[in-house]
């Protein structure tokens, strides 16, 4: 398996890790850590920019919500 197969699969499983939280922020966490990832990998192949742009703008999202609007912690 090549570093970039890698770094996708490994982006795809914490996506779906990150569905499994119940807490929202702690799915927001998770959910850019997945989402750096996808981007790194969109990067990796290439500069796929579907895969960069749609990802950093979840990525942004979710810190926006985490930072700005500060989610409480349950």
């Known amino acids: 398996i090549s570093t970039t197969d890698f770094i996708g699969y490994?982006?795809?499983g914490i996506l779906m890790f990150s569905f499994t939280k119940?807490?929202?922020?702690?799915?927001?966490?998770?959910?850019t850590?997945?989402?750096f990832l996808f981007?790194?990998?969109?990067?990796?192949?290439n500069f796929?920019?579907?895969?960069?742009?749609?990802?950093?703008?979840?990525?942004?999202t979710n810190l926006y919500y985490i930072y700005i609007k500060k989610i409480p912690k349950k």
């Open 10 to 12: 490994l982006a795809a």
């Open 22 to 31: 119940k807490d929202i922020r702690t799915l927001r966490y998770w959910n």
């Open 33 to 35: 850590t997945a989402c």
């Open 39 to 45: 981007v790194v990998y969109g990067i990796l192949l």
């Open 48 to 60: 796929e920019w579907p895969i960069i742009l749609s990802n950093s703008f979840i990525a942004c």
